[in-house]
């Protein structure tokens, strides 16, 4: 007899379970109801449309990613057509197989159901465990329980959930094969329709070598519209194997696979299929690639873009100085701007003469010395005579007629030449003898100093 201590702990553990997946209960409490509730007049009429009976067995297919289930009937052909397309309201994760309790990914693989999975009495109105872990996951070390299709539109940890509409006609369906012999059927979970697009949008998924493995089984039962034979050994599935040694063959999850084959017509047609999805496969691949080349193009520019320096306010006035427009960021040639000429000196007729005159005397000292000669610098400094530097200059008719008359001397200060440079300026002091002008009368503008010729404001 258990102790109230062991027996506490499994009940724990128990609820535990229970709240790490479905949280269903599984009752064996059986009552009239929801769950024997007559199929209704509409799905009737559609099974007799499409030449299936009632108690005719049933096949069920899931996809993950379009959140779809499809329920299969066997028609009078003997082969299973499809019934009917229920949208879910949701699955459990995205792509990708379940791994371990908790992570709440709905199961992918080849599952079967049998009565006593099923569920009347489910807080979800109705439900019905799929039946993981398989032989599959559990070669792969997967954990986990409970994983159910029910009814409520409410999530939860991995299951497959409709509204409690869609799930009393499904259940109603299986119960119906039940009655009529069906022992069990297959469930196959997908991570999306396996298109030969939706194989190349998921190419670079790690969990592709997977896919491909129950791809195979999900085109045998294309190819054929019979539930395929699911077998597992050395941790994958195979389908449709028939033991060459029927009698000593075993499939074993984690041991060698056993001499098999599959029958020519099945692999002929099997293989044209995946031919022709190879095909396909590479055209779309080739095209997600260029996709996503120039995604990863644009991406890199935009970058180097970003990573450029920026250019500081007013930078695009930099063409207008020097600087090229270019650089200034201007994305137009550059307008030249016009420059003002120098305007000529306001200097008057005679003054402009005598600097020429002065300028073409050859003296020590040029144009910028004399205009700064503003008298003497410690002495009497006698100026140059102006007319022994430079003949007066007369009209071409009279030049040899009325010869110039001598200029007369003017007194001023005479500087020496000018010193090497960082030298100190000197200045000799020379008596020039001049004859002194009449006293009543002002001395003429040749003969005034060179700074009261320019001093605006003397007399």
């Not at 509204?163 to 999306?192: H, M, N, W």
């Not at 420059?339 to 144009?367: D, F, K, N, Q």
Request: aromatic share 8%; net charge positive.
């Amino acid at each position: 007899m258990l102790s109230k201590t062991m027996l506490r702990v499994a009940m724990i553990a128990g609820f535990g379970l229970l709240a790490a997946s479905c949280q269903d209960e599984m009752r064996s409490t059986l009552g009239p109801g929801k769950a024997t509730r007559p199929l209704k007049p509409d799905v009737l009429a559609l099974m007799e449309s499409k030449g299936m009976r009632k108690d005719d067995p049933i096949l069920v297919r899931a996809f993950k990613q379009e959140k779809a289930l499809e329920v299969w009937k066997r028609d009078k052909t003997g082969r299973f057509a499809l019934l009917k397309t229920y949208p879910l309201c949701t699955t459990g994760g995205g792509p990708g197989p379940k791994i371990k309790e908790g992570d709440k990914q709905s199961p992918e693989g080849f599952y079967t159901v049998t009565p006593w999975r099923m569920n009347p009495n489910s807080q979800y109105h109705l439900s019905y465990d799929v039946g993981y872990p398989n032989a599959f996951d559990r070669a792969w070390g997967r954990t986990g329980a409970a994983i159910m299709v029910h009814g409520g539109c409410t999530p939860s940890a991995g299951c497959f959930i409709g509204t409690d509409e869609q799930i009393e006609e499904i259940y109603g369906l299986a119960r119906e094969a039940f009655a009529g012999g069906q022992k069990s059927f297959q469930v196959q979970a997908y991570p999306f329709r396996m298109t030969a697009e939706n194989m190349a949008r998921h190419r670079k998924n790690p969990n592709m070598a997977f896919w491909k493995n129950i791809k195979q089984g999900h085109d045998h039962f294309e190819v054929t519209k019979l539930e395929p034979k699911v077998d597992v050994c050395e941790k994958r599935y195979v389908f449709d194997a028939q033991p060459k040694d029927p009698a000593s063959a075993t499939f074993n999850a984690t041991g060698a696979c056993p001499a098999f084959e599959v029958s020519e017509e099945l692999t002929t047609k099997v293989a044209a299929k995946q031919a022709e999805d190879d095909k396909a496969f590479k055209v779309a691949a080739a095209e997600l690639d260029d996709v996503d080349r120039k995604e990863t193009e644009r991406l890199v520019a935009e970058k180097l873009e970003k990573s450029k320096p920026q250019k500081p306010a007013g930078t695009a006035l930099a063409g207008l100085f020097g600087g090229s427009t270019e650089e200034a960021g201007v994305p137009v040639a550059a307008t030249p701007i016009a420059v003002p000429l120098p305007r000529p000196s306001p200097l008057t007729a005679t003054t402009r003469m005598a600097l020429v005159e002065e300028t073409a005397g050859g003296g020590e000292a040029s144009i910028t010395d004399r205009l700064f000669s503003f008298g003497s610098f410690g002495g009497s400094q006698p100026a140059k005579p102006a007319a022994a530097a430079v003949p007066a200059v007369t009209p071409p008719a009279t030049a040899a007629a009325a010869p110039t008359a001598p200029a007369k001397p003017v007194a001023g200060p005479v500087p020496a030449a000018r010193p090497a440079q960082g030298g100190a300026a000197t200045y000799a002091t020379t008596s020039v003898p001049a004859a002194a002008p009449p006293a009543a009368a002002p001395a003429a503008e040749s003969d005034k100093p060179l700074w009261k010729k320019l001093n605006p404001f003397g007399g």
